[in-house]
């Protein structure tokens, strides 16, 4: 971890909006004698104030220097604790790109990737030329890393030898006593966490996020914040806006969380997302079935295939070409991403099972999680385990996660009791974190006065399920919805639609009318794109190759 000592000890512990306690280390037992050590402050912990002696944290200074491309990079030192706003710092990495005709300028517009656990860099560097125009034009585009993620003090918790023995050795379909074992590697990846970045875990939830994204706002000279946030973005934007409402200009939050489930609920904000993700798996194999000619996985039972093939997999693993294989969980693992994409690649994803059955090792879902993607995990249970209060209650746990796995047949059984990965996993890991959580916000979400926020969600999405936007934009204050009726996770630049619509409010401020929805949604028989390089798919472009760019959508 990059930080810098600028004070002595801390001046005062702050309050939050909830009551803050401290639990002693407890022990719980589970079935087959399977523990789990809880440590640390209670669910209801909330994040802590900055300190009470009405000192200020310092707004970095941006030394801007080239980094290719007309892009600019800088560092900027924020507090590591914002109890201690004169104390150690942690370097954030942030990027921009000036429009061209800086008279006309608007302001900053700040992008915020998905995640959490994507680079806010990358995402800028990798998504600028796709924005419209005018975007590009009204605003110069900023972007960071958020604490704890890439340039920004990575956390690693699992090596990458360790992360990729524990998804070598996962089922994509587990057995009936998979679950005390899951809950036993949890606890190995929580206390590698405490071992190997203990000192950083408190410090890396979203109300300190938001905490810094103001201290950026004011280094970069602006009044009021405009921002696009998709997916866990959504939720840094959300926590933003409920405790800077008056400094909100513009929000467009894509692919939104339901906050209060999220931060306060979990378990109520898990069950939609699986239900979710095997929807849109559901719904591509109903798909698959009713267009066999242009899905040609299946056989005519594309459901049945899909098991089998898992089981398959399972029982006699591919061999990879750099050593390692793919098994059945590989196969879930690279649809779980895939799948974002939308019916626009679902032929490719039918083309790539086939390929999968034939053990043909082009096939993107054939492709085992690589370290680029630990870069991206690690951070990703990290920052949810500080955001997320789950329940101390080990029945509790054990009843939800068993009832997840049955609930989604498809791919939930093999996310439920995998190793900690991404959302579906967070539960046995979360349950029994023993890291503070003093950055954590845990609401009110209301942002009462605000400026008015854009929300906008998929009938499909499988990642953030379409009710957790209706909730968000009725918690807000000034919430306005817009609705894709679609597949697949967020929709600027996947609906000419949805795209105008947040463009012409980022620009303008052009709320659309409330029950506005869009439905341009590019469909299956139209969906091969028009230039791949030799031997990909649609699929393997976008999210099989490289593991650490968050996508904007680009319109076909």
């Known amino acids: 971890m990059t930080t810098r000592d600028h004070g002595s000890g801390r001046s005062g512990s702050g309050t939050g909006s909830r009551a803050r306690r401290r639990l002693p280390r407890l022990k719980i037992a589970l079935a087959a004698a399977v523990s789990f050590a809880v440590a640390g402050t209670a669910a209801q912990v909330t994040a802590a104030q900055p300190d009470e002696t009405g000192k200020q944290p310092a707004v970095p200074a941006l030394a801007w220097s080239d980094c290719q491309d007309g892009f600019e990079c800088a560092n900027a030192d924020v507090p590591l604790d914002y109890r201690d706003p004169q104390g150690k710092t942690i370097t954030l990495a942030v990027i921009r790109k000036k429009t061209p005709d800086q008279a006309r300028k608007k302001g900053t517009l700040f992008l915020q990737p998905g995640g959490p656990g994507n680079s806010g860099v990358d995402f800028v560097r990798g998504n600028y030329a796709e924005l419209p125009a005018s975007l590009r034009d009204s605003f110069d585009v900023f972007g960071y890393d958020i604490r704890g993620v890439g340039r920004s003090s990575q956390v690693q918790c699992w090596d990458d030898p360790t992360y990729t023995r524990a998804i070598t050795a996962a089922k994509g379909v587990p057995g009936p006593d998979a679950y005390e074992p899951a809950v036993r590697q949890a606890a190995e ?10 000192d950083l875990l408190p410090y890396v939830g979203t109300e300190y996020v938001a905490r810094d994204i103001d201290l950026l706002r004011q280094a970069l000279g ?36 339901d906050p209060e489930h999220y931060a306060n609920q979990p378990y109520a904000y898990d069950r939609p997302q699986y239900l979710a993700l095997d929807g849109a798996m559901s719904r591509f194999l109903d798909w698959c079935e009713a267009d066999q000619a242009t899905c040609g996985f299946g056989d005519g039972d594309p459901r049945a295939a899909f098991e089998k093939l898992k089981a398959d997999l399972d029982t006699s693993p591919v061999p990879t070409a750099n050593g390692g294989q793919a098994n059945g969980y590989t196969l879930v693992y690279r649809i779980l991403f895939n799948i974002n994409e939308g019916k626009v690649i679902w032929p490719s994803l039918g083309e790539a099972l086939r390929k999968a059955q034939q053990r043909d090792t082009t096939s993107f879902l054939l492709r085992p999680p690589s370290a680029a ?13 500080t955001d997320k209060a789950y329940p101390r209650d080990a029945a509790l746990l054990k009843r939800q996660v068993t009832a997840n796995a049955k609930l989604a047949p498809l791919l939930g059984p093999a996310l439920a009791y995998g190793p900690p990965l991404y959302d579906h996993q967070h539960a046995t890991a979360c349950a029994q974190w023993q ?22 969600g998929n009938t499909g999405d499988p990642d953030t399920p379409y009710q957790d936007a209706v909730a968000l934009s009725r918690e807000l204050d000034n919430g306005r919805l817009l609705t894709f009726k679609a597949e697949g996770h967020t929709a600027f630049g996947r609906s000419a639609c949805a795209t105008d619509a947040v463009t012409s409010y980022l620009v303008d401020l052009k709320v659309p009318a409330r029950g506005t929805t869009c ?16 031997g990909t798919t649609l699929g393997e472009l976008r999210n099989g190759v490289n593991e650490r760019l968050d996508r904007l959508g680009v319109l076909r």
């Open 189 to 198: 990846f929580d206390q590698a966490c405490q071992d190997n970045a203990g």
């Open 222 to 257: 602006e009044n009021q914040l405009t921002y696009y946030g998709r997916s866990f973005g959504s939720y840094i934007g959300t926590v933003y806006a409920a405790m800077f409402p008056d400094r909100v200009r513009a929000l467009a939050l894509d692919g939104a969380y």
């Open 373 to 385: 993607s630990y870069d991206f995990l690690n951070p990703n249970v990290v920052v949810e385990c």
């Open 435 to 456: 890291g503070e959580r003093i950055s954590r916000y845990d609401g009110s979400f209301r942002a009462k006065g605000s400026a008015p926020i854009l929300v906008i």
């Open 519 to 534: 439905a341009d949604e590019t469909q299956p028989p139209s969906s091969t794109p028009k230039v791949t390089p030799p």
